[in-house]
């Protein structure tokens, strides 16, 4: 019976050292001995989160002021026998932004057979901003019109690049392809484009080839010409055509736009260095 009163002291002494604990300020604690409480640990892993989320707006707002900064960028790029100045979007939700590699490529071939664009009205699908269009009108001073989406900001930057390089705005059609085309009455003895996406193309182009009503200041517009291809020999064709470049290996979206091509009644030839003739069936 002696022990009781002594385990009860025991007891009572303990939890006093306890409550004391508990009721110390948390700067005369034992960091080292002190456990956090369930509604400490809450409120650091709150902090933590909104410390995180504000560094996360931070480096998006800092990302949104570096590409305003970077909207437009002004590059001299090489073409056959002169240098333009080409201003280009460092991007653009419709893909109109970049001057493609494969434009010099196509602009090469146009001056190996540029027999075929004297005296011709031309039109180009998917001008983006407007340099291969530029050339041509500089070094042949053919009669070109530019297309591009329904897009204010495409246009007006092609109108850009014209003044940029002493030249006059050239004409240009805002057209989505596949929508109905703004001019009822088509008469472009040549329609040309360096493109990479093929969605609907095949029905705009088919309006522009069908529908031509080719204009009598053309002298021979109907008349026959010749295009080399690449193994040299030459291949007859009529005004309307279309010459498009393609610089990549016929994937699935070209195989369908050249067999809605052929649904439409369209003849589809390879000319070499993968540019397309497409023309009307006779």
């Given at each position: 019976m002696s022990m009781l009163p002594s385990e009860t002291a025991r007891k009572r002494a303990l939890q006093s050292q306890d409550e004391d604990e508990e009721s110390s300020p948390p700067e005369q604690r034992d960091p080292k001995l002190h456990k956090?409480?369930?509604m400490e640990t809450a409120l650091f892993s709150a902090a933590s989160l909104f410390h995180d989320a504000d560094?996360?707006?931070?480096?998006?707002?800092?990302?949104?002021e570096q590409v305003q900064s970077v909207e437009y960028e002004e590059r001299a790029h090489k073409f056959p026998g002169m240098e333009l100045k080409i201003r280009e979007f460092s991007s653009h939700q419709l893909n109109a932004n970049l001057l493609w590699p494969g434009t010099f490529l196509f602009a090469d071939w146009l001056v190996k057979n540029k027999s075929i664009l004297h005296g011709r009205r031309i039109l180009e699908l998917g001008s983006g901003t407007g340099a291969l269009?530029?050339?041509?009108?500089?070094a042949f001073q053919v009669d070109i019109t530019t297309t591009d989406y329904d897009d204010g900001e495409i246009q007006e930057n092609i109108a850009y690049n014209c003044k940029a390089n002493n030249?006059?705005?050239?004409?240009?059609?805002?057209?989505?392809?596949?929508?109905?085309?703004?001019?009822?009455?088509?008469?472009?003895?040549?329609?040309?484009?360096?493109?990479?996406?093929?969605?609907?193309?095949a029905r705009t182009l088919s309006f522009l080839l069908k529908e031509y009503k080719g204009c009598s200041q053309n002298a021979g517009s109907s008349a026959s010409t010749a295009i080399t291809n690449k193994s040299g020999t030459e291949v007859p064709v009529k005004f309307p055509m279309f010459l498009m470049s393609c610089r990549r290996r016929i994937g699935k979206d070209q195989s369908l736009f050249f067999e809605e091509c052929e649904k439409a009644g369209l003849e589809v030839q390879h000319l070499g260095d993968l540019v397309y003739l497409i023309y009307t069936k006779q």
């Amino acid at each position: 019976m002696s022990m009781l009163p002594s385990e009860t002291a025991r007891k009572r002494a303990l939890q006093s050292q306890d409550e004391d604990e508990e009721s110390s300020p948390p700067e005369q604690r034992d960091p080292k001995l002190h456990k956090p409480t369930p509604m400490e640990t809450a409120l650091f892993s709150a902090a933590s989160l909104f410390h995180d989320a504000d560094d996360r707006d931070k480096m998006q707002v800092d990302a949104d002021e570096q590409v305003q900064s970077v909207e437009y960028e002004e590059r001299a790029h090489k073409f056959p026998g002169m240098e333009l100045k080409i201003r280009e979007f460092s991007s653009h939700q419709l893909n109109a932004n970049l001057l493609w590699p494969g434009t010099f490529l196509f602009a090469d071939w146009l001056v190996k057979n540029k027999s075929i664009l004297h005296g011709r009205r031309i039109l180009e699908l998917g001008s983006g901003t407007g340099a291969l269009a530029i050339f041509l009108r500089k070094a042949f001073q053919v009669d070109i019109t530019t297309t591009d989406y329904d897009d204010g900001e495409i246009q007006e930057n092609i109108a850009y690049n014209c003044k940029a390089n002493n030249l006059g705005v050239l004409p240009h059609i805002r057209h989505t392809w596949g929508d109905q085309f703004p001019v009822p009455i088509p008469d472009w003895d040549i329609v040309i484009a360096n493109v990479k996406q093929y969605p609907n193309l095949a029905r705009t182009l088919s309006f522009l080839l069908k529908e031509y009503k080719g204009c009598s200041q053309n002298a021979g517009s109907s008349a026959s010409t010749a295009i080399t291809n690449k193994s040299g020999t030459e291949v007859p064709v009529k005004f309307p055509m279309f010459l498009m470049s393609c610089r990549r290996r016929i994937g699935k979206d070209q195989s369908l736009f050249f067999e809605e091509c052929e649904k439409a009644g369209l003849e589809v030839q390879h000319l070499g260095d993968l540019v397309y003739l497409i023309y009307t069936k006779q």
